[in-house]
Structure formats: structure tokens, C-alpha cells
Nanobody, 119 residues
Framework: QAQLAESGGGSVQAGGALTLSCVAS????????MGWYRQAPGKQRELVAS???????NYADSVKGRFTITMDNAKNTVTLQMNSLKAEDTAVYYC?????????????WGQGTQVTVST
């Protein structure tokens, strides 16, 4: 079964930093892109950052200059370094991957990890 395992969420004060990591399970292969989305209470899920296997990156305007996404192609791992965190960054963060599991290419999602930023 295809799985994405997230880690690194938690609570931090405003101005602090957290690092989120996500590993695509061994049954996934040919990962072409990975990313992070977030969903705050009462809001829609939104893109935070994404990265392609070739290294192309895309960031939400609200996190540009504060967050950095990196990908280890060999390990199918994506990391989100979050600096200068703000209260409005509080949300459940979800990892996703465009990959093949079995014979099917699709977009797979992790379970989510909570990030809470207090003022």
C-alpha cells in the first residue's frame, strides 16, 4: 500500500522554526514531484510548496523567503524548512507525491501533521 510518512510537526512560538519531513514508502517509485499543502480550521487546503524531481520549486506567496523545500531523489524524501513562523502558519500540513504505486500513477497524500505557532 502506498504511504507517505510525515514527521516534524509540533508547537513553536512566533519567529521560531520547524522542519517537516516526508518519506514515500518503498512501494512508490518514479516519483516526479512532491509537495506540502496545509489546511487551517475553516479554510480550504492550500499549496505551501512543491518541488519536481528536476529541482523546480513553487511557493505560496505567503511563505516565500521563509520556507524552503528540498527533495532527496534517491530516498524519495521531501523536507520543508520553515523559518520565521507566524501565527497564520498554524495548520495541518500534508505531504503529497506524484508517483507510481503498482502500475498506477497518481497523487498520494500523507495523514497530515499539526503545526501550531503561538504568539
Amino acid at each position: 500500500q502506498a504511504q507517505l510518512a510525515e514527521s516534524g510537526g509540533g508547537s513553536v512560538q512566533a519567529g521560531g522554526a520547524l522542519t517537516l519531513s516526508c518519506v514515500a514508502s518503498g512501494v512508490m517509485h518514479s516519483v516526479s514531484a512532491m509537495g506540502w499543502y496545509r489546511q487551517a480550521p475553516g479554510k480550504q487546503r492550500e499549496l505551501v510548496a512543491s518541488i519536481t524531481r528536476a529541482g523546480g520549486r513553487n511557493y505560496a506567496d505567503s511563505v516565500k523567503g521563509r520556507f524552503t523545500i528540498t527533495m532527496d531523489n534517491a530516498k524519495n524524501t521531501v523536507t520543508l524548512q520553515m523559518n520565521s513562523l507566524k501565527a497564520e502558519d498554524t495548520a495541518v500540513y500534508y505531504c503529497n507525491a506524484d508517483a507510481i504505486s503498482g502500475f498506477r500513477r497518481g497523487v498520494y497524500w500523507g495523514q497530515g501533521t499539526q503545526v501550531t505557532v503561538s504568539t
